[in-house]
Protein backbone atom coordinates (compact mmCIF):
# COMPACT_ATOMS: atom_id res chain seq x y z
CA UNK A 1 0.00 0.00 0.00
CA UNK A 2 1.44 3.80 -0.82
CA UNK A 3 1.06 6.16 1.33
CA UNK A 4 0.52 9.74 0.29
CA UNK A 5 3.13 12.01 -1.23
CA UNK A 6 3.74 15.57 -1.59
CA UNK A 7 6.53 17.28 -4.36
CA UNK A 8 8.72 19.38 -3.94
CA UNK A 9 9.91 18.53 -0.76
CA UNK A 10 11.18 22.51 -0.45
CA UNK A 11 10.49 25.31 -2.39
CA UNK A 12 11.22 29.03 -2.54
CA UNK A 13 9.39 31.82 -4.10
CA UNK A 14 9.15 35.76 -4.49
CA UNK A 15 6.70 37.75 -3.21
CA UNK A 16 3.78 37.71 -6.14
CA UNK A 17 4.38 34.63 -7.87
CA UNK A 18 2.39 31.86 -8.37
CA UNK A 19 3.24 28.36 -6.93
CA UNK A 20 1.83 24.83 -7.39
CA UNK A 21 2.07 22.33 -5.41
CA UNK A 22 1.32 18.68 -6.02
CA UNK A 23 -0.15 15.43 -3.75
CA UNK A 24 -0.52 11.69 -4.70
CA UNK A 25 -3.26 10.08 -2.43
CA UNK A 26 -2.85 6.50 -0.66
CA UNK A 27 -4.11 4.25 -2.99
CA UNK A 28 -8.13 3.10 -2.36
CA UNK A 29 -8.31 6.73 -1.09
CA UNK A 30 -11.10 9.45 -2.90
CA UNK A 31 -10.52 12.39 -1.37
CA UNK A 32 -7.93 14.64 -0.84
CA UNK A 33 -7.68 17.72 1.57
CA UNK A 34 -5.22 20.20 1.72
CA UNK A 35 -3.67 22.55 4.79
CA UNK A 36 -1.94 24.90 5.78
CA UNK A 37 0.54 24.96 9.05
CA UNK A 38 2.38 27.77 10.16
CA UNK A 39 5.65 27.56 12.46
CA UNK A 40 3.93 26.32 15.82
CA UNK A 41 0.22 26.08 14.59
CA UNK A 42 -1.99 23.73 14.05
CA UNK A 43 -2.63 22.72 10.43
CA UNK A 44 -5.62 25.18 8.83
CA UNK A 45 -8.16 23.79 6.49
CA UNK A 46 -7.64 24.79 3.04
CA UNK A 47 -10.33 22.68 0.89
CA UNK A 48 -11.14 19.17 0.44
CA UNK A 49 -11.35 17.73 -2.95
CA UNK A 50 -14.27 14.66 -3.80
CA UNK A 51 -14.67 13.05 -7.21
CA UNK A 52 -12.83 16.13 -8.69
CA UNK A 53 -14.85 18.59 -7.25
CA UNK A 54 -14.79 21.38 -3.93
CA UNK A 55 -16.39 19.79 -1.23
CA UNK A 56 -15.51 21.86 1.42
CA UNK A 57 -13.75 25.22 2.30
CA UNK A 58 -12.03 26.80 4.75
CA UNK A 59 -11.24 30.29 5.60
CA UNK A 60 -8.84 30.95 2.63
CA UNK A 61 -9.46 33.57 -0.11
CA UNK A 62 -10.35 32.51 -3.92
CA UNK A 63 -6.20 32.46 -4.49
CA UNK A 64 -5.76 29.86 -3.48
CA UNK A 65 -7.25 27.27 -5.79
CA UNK A 66 -7.14 23.41 -6.57
CA UNK A 67 -7.77 20.46 -8.87
CA UNK A 68 -8.30 17.15 -8.18
CA UNK A 69 -7.41 14.24 -11.11
CA UNK A 70 -8.97 11.39 -12.35
CA UNK A 71 -6.54 8.97 -10.51
CA UNK A 72 -7.37 10.98 -7.27
CA UNK A 73 -4.20 12.58 -7.55
CA UNK A 74 -3.93 17.04 -6.59
CA UNK A 75 -2.93 20.20 -6.83
CA UNK A 76 -3.19 23.20 -4.69
CA UNK A 77 -2.62 26.68 -6.68
CA UNK A 78 -1.66 29.86 -4.90
CA UNK A 79 -1.30 32.99 -7.04
CA UNK A 80 -0.35 36.26 -5.87
CA UNK A 81 2.11 35.07 -3.19
CA UNK A 82 2.06 36.49 0.19
CA UNK A 83 4.91 36.49 3.18
CA UNK A 84 2.35 35.07 5.00
CA UNK A 85 1.79 32.04 2.81
CA UNK A 86 5.26 31.33 3.61
CA UNK A 87 4.11 27.52 5.63
CA UNK A 88 4.21 23.95 5.47
CA UNK A 89 1.50 22.51 3.13
CA UNK A 90 -0.25 19.32 4.19
CA UNK A 91 -2.13 17.34 1.51
CA UNK A 92 -4.22 14.54 3.02
CA UNK A 93 -6.38 11.91 1.53
CA UNK A 94 -9.18 9.66 2.87
CA UNK A 95 -11.86 7.23 1.48
CA UNK A 96 -15.15 9.39 1.77
CA UNK A 97 -18.07 6.97 2.54
CA UNK A 98 -20.67 9.68 2.90
CA UNK A 99 -21.91 8.61 5.98
CA UNK A 100 -19.69 9.32 8.57
CA UNK A 101 -16.10 11.32 9.85
CA UNK A 102 -13.33 10.87 7.57
CA UNK A 103 -9.87 9.67 8.93
CA UNK A 104 -6.90 10.98 6.81
CA UNK A 105 -3.66 10.43 6.28
CA UNK A 106 -0.97 12.91 5.74
CA UNK A 107 1.84 13.56 3.12
CA UNK A 108 5.35 14.61 4.82
CA UNK A 109 4.44 18.32 3.28
CA UNK A 110 5.82 20.84 1.07
CA UNK A 111 7.50 23.66 2.52
CA UNK A 112 6.89 26.92 1.21
CA UNK A 113 9.06 29.91 1.67
CA UNK A 114 7.98 33.59 0.47
CA UNK A 115 10.36 35.68 0.34
CA UNK B 1 -18.67 29.03 15.73
CA UNK B 2 -16.91 25.62 15.21
CA UNK B 3 -13.55 25.42 17.41
CA UNK B 4 -11.53 23.77 18.86
CA UNK B 5 -9.03 24.35 22.15
CA UNK B 6 -6.27 22.47 23.35
CA UNK B 7 -4.28 22.34 26.66
CA UNK B 8 -2.27 22.30 28.19
CA UNK B 9 0.24 23.97 25.26
CA UNK B 10 3.23 22.14 26.79
CA UNK B 11 3.95 19.13 29.35
CA UNK B 12 7.02 17.64 30.55
CA UNK B 13 6.57 14.29 31.92
CA UNK B 14 9.15 11.76 33.58
CA UNK B 15 9.30 8.24 32.20
CA UNK B 16 6.57 6.21 33.60
CA UNK B 17 4.42 8.90 34.70
CA UNK B 18 0.64 9.29 33.17
CA UNK B 19 -1.11 11.81 32.12
CA UNK B 20 -4.31 13.44 30.37
CA UNK B 21 -4.29 15.12 27.31
CA UNK B 22 -7.51 17.66 26.75
CA UNK B 23 -9.50 19.13 23.04
CA UNK B 24 -12.87 21.11 23.88
CA UNK B 25 -14.55 21.60 21.11
CA UNK B 26 -17.37 23.55 20.22
CA UNK B 27 -19.30 22.16 16.74
CA UNK B 28 -22.86 22.25 15.42
CA UNK B 29 -22.95 18.69 13.68
CA UNK B 30 -20.00 16.08 14.66
CA UNK B 31 -19.14 13.86 12.20
CA UNK B 32 -15.89 12.75 13.91
CA UNK B 33 -13.02 13.73 16.67
CA UNK B 34 -9.53 12.61 15.71
CA UNK B 35 -6.06 12.60 17.71
CA UNK B 36 -2.96 12.82 15.13
CA UNK B 37 0.42 12.83 16.26
CA UNK B 38 3.10 14.70 15.01
CA UNK B 39 6.84 14.50 14.92
CA UNK B 40 9.16 17.46 13.85
CA UNK B 41 9.15 18.44 10.31
CA UNK B 42 6.83 15.22 9.35
CA UNK B 43 3.11 15.36 8.45
CA UNK B 44 0.40 13.85 11.33
CA UNK B 45 0.43 10.46 11.86
CA UNK B 46 -3.54 9.34 12.19
CA UNK B 47 -4.21 7.82 15.89
CA UNK B 48 -7.83 7.79 16.36
CA UNK B 49 -11.42 8.36 15.47
CA UNK B 50 -14.28 8.88 17.85
CA UNK B 51 -17.82 9.12 16.65
CA UNK B 52 -20.09 9.69 19.89
CA UNK B 53 -20.19 10.65 23.31
CA UNK B 54 -18.86 7.91 25.66
CA UNK B 55 -16.82 5.93 22.62
CA UNK B 56 -13.12 5.18 23.77
CA UNK B 57 -10.40 3.47 21.99
CA UNK B 58 -7.05 2.39 22.98
CA UNK B 59 -3.05 1.73 21.30
CA UNK B 60 -0.32 0.46 23.00
CA UNK B 61 0.31 3.51 26.09
CA UNK B 62 -2.53 5.17 24.39
CA UNK B 63 -6.52 5.60 25.51
CA UNK B 64 -8.93 8.45 23.39
CA UNK B 65 -12.17 9.00 25.45
CA UNK B 66 -15.28 11.38 23.90
CA UNK B 67 -17.94 13.31 25.58
CA UNK B 68 -20.22 15.66 24.09
CA UNK B 69 -17.83 18.43 24.65
CA UNK B 70 -14.71 17.33 25.14
CA UNK B 71 -12.31 14.21 24.23
CA UNK B 72 -9.39 13.47 26.37
CA UNK B 73 -6.09 11.62 25.55
CA UNK B 74 -4.70 9.78 28.37
CA UNK B 75 -1.54 8.46 28.16
CA UNK B 76 -0.19 5.61 31.21
CA UNK B 77 3.54 5.03 32.00
CA UNK B 78 5.04 7.10 28.38
CA UNK B 79 8.24 6.08 27.45
CA UNK B 80 10.80 9.07 25.66
CA UNK B 81 9.77 8.26 22.51
CA UNK B 82 5.88 8.88 23.31
CA UNK B 83 8.01 12.56 22.97
CA UNK B 84 5.56 14.52 19.88
CA UNK B 85 3.20 17.22 19.21
CA UNK B 86 -0.49 15.80 19.99
CA UNK B 87 -3.09 17.25 17.46
CA UNK B 88 -7.04 16.98 18.29
CA UNK B 89 -9.23 17.44 14.86
CA UNK B 90 -12.37 17.43 13.97
CA UNK B 91 -15.36 17.45 10.95
CA UNK B 92 -18.34 18.93 11.00
CA UNK B 93 -21.50 18.24 8.90
CA UNK B 94 -20.34 20.81 6.26
CA UNK B 95 -17.00 18.82 5.64
CA UNK B 96 -14.96 21.47 7.09
CA UNK B 97 -12.07 20.21 9.35
CA UNK B 98 -10.50 21.43 12.30
CA UNK B 99 -7.62 21.53 14.19
CA UNK B 100 -6.57 22.39 17.60
CA UNK B 101 -2.74 24.46 17.74
CA UNK B 102 -1.38 20.77 19.85
CA UNK B 103 -0.16 19.83 23.04
CA UNK B 104 3.97 19.52 22.97
CA UNK B 105 4.94 16.50 24.83
CA UNK B 106 8.63 15.96 26.07
CA UNK B 107 8.55 12.46 28.34
CA UNK B 108 12.86 12.58 30.53
CA UNK B 109 14.26 9.48 30.63
Known amino acids: ETGVTQSPTHLIKTRGQQVTLRCSSQ?????VSWYQQALGQGPQFIFQYYREEENGRGNFPPRFSGLQFPNYSSELNVNALELDDSALYLC??????????????FGPGTRLTVT | EDQVTQSPEALRLQEGESSSLNCSYT??????LFWYRQDPGKGPEFLFT???AGEEKEKERLKATLTKKESFLHITAPKPEDSATYLCAFSDNFNKFYFGSGTKLNVKP
Open chain 1, 92 to 105: ASSLESGTSGNEQY
Open chain 2, 50 to 52: LYS
Open chain 2, 27 to 32: VSGLRG
Open chain 1, 27 to 31: SGHNT
